[in-house]
């Protein structure tokens, strides 16, 4: 049996709306609550992450946008730059703790303590850019992640796989001009559904064009579609730009039953997709896989696929 380390913190909790919304600490809850049910996280490595230290953020976000962050936040202010996005008096330092999640869950891969990692954590992060929160999210953890272990790690070439149903979009501009981090997502079409962005000519800027990789589905879509652009489009990249470590951006909004979007992925899609990452980083980077979460807003589904999703990374 692998490695796997299992990141959390009970305080991710507090980062509560104050009207409905789908991004709830319920979703924490019953993830936690499944896999403890199915002795799943007994089988995991506990790391508890702590917070991380300012240059670390700040090799991904602006300081003026952490300070209108803290600012909105003491203010008492509901939402931050969209009115999708959330936040309460906590929000600013759970933010943070959810970025020192990715941090830690890096951190023990990195160093050989564990094979690979599921960091269950939020609020996500995707969308987040260097000076601008939506889409739900403040920080962007995988961008933070992929900058602590080339600056305290020494790692040259990250690959971030993000199959969450949006695009995307803060990771992709965050990178978009440098050739060391290769992203790649997979997402229901910028014309059907948010945030807009992600159509296959956005290849990247600069040094870091061809550096960026991504494949929109057409509503209805489902796992013979992702099979076939992982196998055709993410694998022969992947050979191409021989990562040392991988960065999955693990959403599982695009499930059938998930209602935020249209597409008709199954557990056994997202159990393909994480054999096939883990394939590719057997043959590539000796295994070393961190998977963070981001989407997923109906429980059922969201916790059947990350029991599966599990299961993989521990090798069943």
Known sequence: MKRVA?????????????????????RLVAITDHLGRAGLIDRMVPVTPEYPEDADILSVHDREYLNRLESACRRGDLTLDSEDTYINRHSYN???????GAIAGAKAVAEGTVDSAFCAIRPPGHHAGRDVGMGFCLLNNVAVAARYLQARHGVGKVLIVDWDVHHGNGTQNIFLEDPTVFYFSIH??????????GRRWEIGKGKGEGATLNAPMAPGAGDAEYRTTFEQMLEPAVERFRPEIILVSAGFDAHRDDPLADLQVTEEGFRFMTRHVLALADRFCGGKVVSILEGGYETTSLTSCIELHVRELLGE
Not at 6 to 26: A, G, K, M, R, V
Not at 188 to 197: A, N, Q, V
């Open 6 to 26: 299992w990141i959390y913190h009970p305080d991710y909790l507090l980062h509560t709306p104050l009207f409905e919304h789908p991004e709830s600490p319920e």
């Open 188 to 197: 229901e079409h910028p014309t059907f559904l948010y945030p807009g962005t």
């Open 94 to 100: 759970i933010a943070h703790l959810s970025a020192g």
